[in-house]
């Protein structure tokens, strides 16, 4: 068991430093600017059908959604003008770098918190939930001591017996 | 009022009271300190308990909740970056940073004692100054309510990092989302997209555990794993504060408190408008305003006075005209009309002993938060060298009780980790989140009262500079734009100014 | 080490009072679940009920729950329960007539999904004037309509039952196009715009617009009721049935989930009506909440149902647009 384990966790590290080195640049104001207009956009169009308004209404319920919207396709524009007119310029952008590790590891503690709340609303009692919770985050950090295992775990079916018993929340 | 304060003395300091004063406090310091768990759903769910009690120790036990939620959200946002309520969000731009210079009880103790400040402050006010003060704030109507609001969204400017634009168009996606749900004026729905449950719109305490505690948990990955682990042999945290800080912090303050109770009894307004209010002045007249979001005590301390400013404030509209502050207020209406008693004026004349024995219990509890706060400072500090594999799944199970205890519903958890998700995304791309949880606070309350002062005024703008509130409200809004402007062009001047000489260096070289 | 000591002890001490005040005994728990504001007026007598019932049964505790979320809660109460459940629901004429009708997407329950056990109390709402413009009765508000081009009443909600009694008066008066509804977000903002001058008149519980009425900055001119006001501050305000104007009261069903045993169903009525019947609940209903205890039959409940759907078929385009 034990060497199994070491072995997936050296597998995990080989792939891990593969992937640490594979890094993109984005242009990070561009970026912004572009998928923040297209939201604007999107919004205005579903307005419509999102929106239902009445002809009594003295500021109906599209005007300050239409407000906002309309602010931040401005902002957006700011935004992409001002970088376009730095590759005009030939002045450097402002980039950000995402590295695929990061986000790979993001990904996996994403699972962890998605499968704990599907196991909540499955089983419909917290305390499945939040027990596979601490044990994913456990085996995240790679933990070897049992005694971490026990309290985090006694932690967990813990807070659960104190909100369902103490609090009255039914879960 | 004298003949009064005797009689509520003697009501006052019992044993009993004492003691559920001093049960209030933990229980609200701990709850207030734990995410997802907001002061209001503590109320709720210990209201119970002061039905089998008279009106005074019930009163107790519920201010007591009360004022220690309002210092307890700052203990996880100093500790774990991530706010217990949300009017301890100011209090986490600085009070995490100086946590991680190694000086966790220090910054805790600074949101203790701004806290007691705080709170002690508006309880003088509540009883010194309550019907005169509570008469001025029932003269503001919907028109100075869109004001405020305004005058809320200028703090924008203040929190929007290295880029405006960018806060801006985060400010605009909170107040966007802020408008999900029935519409308030016309009670239709808006972008539920079929969802039935949102309708209800969005829980603010629910999103920010996504916001700022779910995306801390996925910020793990930006570091390596023995990274994580904390060497608290190396942190010799003394906890002491320097005179030079206690100077530094006397006037934020001061200011603070007084923008806490002028916040706290304006009804609907509450503690995080006037957290963010506070540390947007302070920012603003401090002489270190380049310290803010880097560990400065005076952004801990003005956001923290403020947002417990706020709890004797409130209470001045709920005792002397009946009307709750906020909800948590509203929750203590209840627990006095089950004990028979109708706040109002009239009550100061025909129980008022127990009025005053209220107010003075405020002083009490405030100081009870101090004593009780200077003890748990010590374990509460202990938090951060908790090991990372403890405390990460525990944080995490704490957000989830907390998210579905806010409706008793998944739902809610499942629109935490949307929000955390969302939080990630916009962390890649540099987008501050402060000014979505702004946008969140201001929309409920902006969007509705510019459209009701519209449809009082028949669509005319001018009622927006009907009264001369509205006219200060509009010179505040002035002073904080030209101010921002200042400081804009001001960091411009001393960033050219950088670059210039650093070129002159380059050219000498 | 002493700190420590301390704070540790601190801590342990307040951890047990805490488990020891929230300990409940082995009686048959009734959760009785309220879908509006924990603060609210249906909130509050539940918890008095709740607070009554270990003085009138041995055997069966009522706990009161507030999840405010109206029909969303109800939904909720409706899909995880079954009958002989031990859970207790509130639901009004608010979901009942008007969300029925206005609404019906966000319902996922009919009335057959219930079993009505009791009407907790009942409450008659007043409309209030602005001082200045006069107005002390009925017959001042029928001239004052008949001069005026438009009538703006501040109401709790867009929907509510107090936008419905404002929209059924002042439409039965003929005087529908003139009216203008102000939604607030709250009863207590909406009985305050009316003391700032912000509309002519405000609908609220009699209990949301005492102290203003006290200060003089509102007068009272009539109540949405058969006939005039009996008990408290109010005592002798006109009812807009005396002049044949619709009305209805505000009223608070307790409902278990359909199917539930009529034993069962039997013995919890017959609790409320004993906590209903107490002086005490009766003295502190009438004098503190400004409310009547009117226990009610079935036939009265779906007539009361009836009723309020029929004010919101007809006066529904003065509310709704």
């Known amino acids: 068991m034990k060497q199994s384990l070491d072995r997936f966790h050296a597998r995990m590290d080989a792939w891990g430093e593969k992937l640490r080195e594979k890094e993109f640049r984005i242009p990070v104001d561009l970026t912004v600017g572009v998928i923040f207009l297209i939201f604007a956009l999107v919004i205005m169009w579903i307005m419509p059908q999102q929106v239902v308004i009445s002809e009594k209404d003295v500021v109906n319920g599209r005007a300050f959604p239409t407000l906002l919207m309309t602010v931040m396709i401005i902002a957006c524009a700011a935004l992409i003008v001002k970088e376009l007119y730095k590759i005009a310029t030939k002045k450097p952008l402002t980039w950000k770098v995402i590295n695929l590790q990061v986000e790979m590891k993001a990904l996996v503690i994403l699972a962890i918190l998605v499968i704990s709340y599907m196991l909540c609303r499955v089983t419909d009692l917290f305390v499945v939930g939040a027990v596979f919770c601490a044990l994913g985050f456990l085996f995240y950090f790679r933990c070897k001591k049992p005694s971490y295992y026990v309290i985090t775990i006694a932690i967990a079916v813990g807070i659960w017996a104190a909100f369902r018993f103490v609090l009255g929340v039914d879960f | ?509 | 080490m002493k700190k420590r000591l301390l704070s540790l002890s601190l801590a342990t001490v307040m951890g047990l009072s805490l488990l020891a005040g929230c300990s409940s005994g082995g009686k048959e728990s009734w959760k009785v679940t309220c879908p509006w504001a924990p603060s609210g007026v249906a909130a509050v007598v539940s918890q008095k009920a709740a607070e009554m019932s270990t003085k009138y049964s041995e055997n069966t505790t009522l706990v009161a729950e507030a999840i405010q979320g109206d029909a969303a809660t109800v939904n909720t109460w409706v899909a995880d329960t079954e009958a002989n459940d031990t859970e207790l629901v509130f639901v009004g004429e608010g979901l009942l007539s008007i969300t029925s009708i206005l609404d019906p997407a966000k319902m996922q329950f009919t009335y057959e999904d219930f079993e009505y056990v009791e009407n907790l109390y009942s409450s008659i709402f007043v409309l209030s004037a602005d001082a200045e413009l006069n107005v002390k009765t009925i017959a001042d508000l029928e001239a004052y309509v008949e001069g005026t081009s438009e009538i703006s009443v501040a109401v709790n909600g867009a929907t509510g039952s107090e936008a419905f009694l404002a929209a059924a008066l002042f439409g039965s008066m003929g005087a529908g196009d003139k009216v203008k509804l102000t939604p607030y977000q709250s009863a207590a903002e909406a009985a305050q715009a009316v003391a700032k001058g912000e509309t002519s008149f405000a609908v609220s519980h009699q209990s949301q617009i005492l102290e203003t009425a006290q200060q003089g900055g509102v007068n009272v001119v009539c109540a949405f009721d058969e006939k005039a006001i009996e008990h408290g501050p109010f005592e002798g305000v006109e009812g807009v049935g005396e002049y044949g104007y619709p009305y209805f009261r505000n009223r608070c069903f307790v409902m278990a989930r359909a199917g539930t045993d009529a034993e069962k169903v039997s013995a919890l009525k017959d609790l409320y009506d004993q906590i209903l019947a107490d002086e005490e609940v009766v003295t502190w209903l009438q004098d503190t909440m400004l409310l009547e205890v009117d226990t009610m039959s079935k036939e009265d409940v779906e007539a009361h149902v009836e009723n309020v759907k029929n004010i919101v078929n007809e006066y529904k385009d003065i509310v709704a647009g």
């Open chain 2, 1 to 509: 009022m004298l003949e009064y304060i005797v009689p509520a003395t003697g009501l006052l300091f019992t044993l009993e009271n004492i003691l559920w004063i001093n049960i209030g406090v933990f229980v609200g310091s701990v709850f207030a300190a734990i995410p997802g768990l907001s002061v209001i759903l503590c109320v709720i769910l210990f209201l119970p308990v002061t039905y089998t009690m008279t009106a005074i120790p019930g009163m107790m036990f519920l201010l007591g909740i009360y004022c220690a939620g309002g210092y307890g959200g700052s203990v996880s946002a100093i500790l774990i970056n991530t706010p217990g309520t949300p009017h301890a969000a100011a209090t986490m731009l600085d009070g995490h940073p100086l946590s991680q210079q190694g000086r966790t009880k220090a910054a805790l103790k600074i949101a203790l004692y701004a806290s007691t400040f705080g709170g002690v402050f508006s309880a003088l006010m509540l009883l010194f100054l309550g019907p005169q003060v509570a008469k001025i704030a029932a003269q503001l109507g919907t028109p100075e309510y869109f004001m405020v609001c305004v005058f809320g969204l200028t703090i924008i400017a203040g929190v929007s990092g290295k880029s405006m634009i960018r806060g801006i168009i985060s400010a605009c996606l909170g107040l966007l989302i802020a408008c999900i749900g029935s519409d308030p004026m016309t009670s239709y729905d808006r972008f539920t997209f079929g969802v039935s449950r949102l309708y209800l719109g969005l829980d603010l305490a629910v999103c920010l555990i996504g916001l700022f505690a779910l995306v801390e948990i996925l910020a793990k990955a930006e570091k390596r794993l023995d990274a994580l682990h904390l060497d608290t042999r190396k942190i010799k945290d003394d906890g002491k504060i320097t005179k030079s800080e206690y100077k530094r912090m006397i006037r934020p303050v001061l200011l603070s408190s007084l923008i806490g109770v002028m916040v706290g009894i304006i009804p609907g307004t509450g503690a995080s408008e006037a957290s963010w209010f506070s540390y947007s002045q302070a920012k603003n007249m401090s002489k270190h305003p380049e310290e803010f979001g880097h560990g400065s005590v005076e952004g801990i301390a003005a956001a923290e006075s403020a947002n417990n400013a706020v709890t004797g404030a409130t209470l001045i509209p709920l005792l002397t005209l009946g009307i709750p502050g906020d909800g948590t207020v509203a929750l203590m209406l209840s627990a006095l009309m089950i004990n028979g008693l109708n706040p109002g004026l009239s009550l100061f004349t025909t129980d008022g002993d127990i009025m005053y024995a209220i107010m003075l219990g405020l002083i009490l509890v405030n100081i009870f938060m101090c004593i009780q706060g200077k003890f748990l400072t010590t374990l509460f500090a202990k938090v951060v060298s908790i090991p990372q594999e403890i405390l990460t799944p525990v944080i995490v199970i704490f957000c989830f009780a907390g998210a579905y205890s806010v409706n008793n519903n998944y739902f809610d958890v499942g629109v935490a980790l949307i929000f955390g998700a969302l939080a990630w995304i916009l962390r890649k791309l540099d987008m501050p989140p402060v000014p979505i949880l702004l946008g969140l606070v201001l929309g409920k309350m902006t969007e509705p009262h510019f459209r009701r002062a519209l449809l009082i005024s028949n669509g005319d703008p001018a009622i927006f500079f009907s009264s001369i509130y509205c006219l200060i409200f509009l010179a505040l809004i002035i002073v904080a734009v030209a101010t921002i402007i200042r400081g804009k062009l001001n960091d411009q001047k001393k960033e050219r100014a950088a670059a210039a000489a650093a070129a002159n260096v380059h050219e000498e070289e």
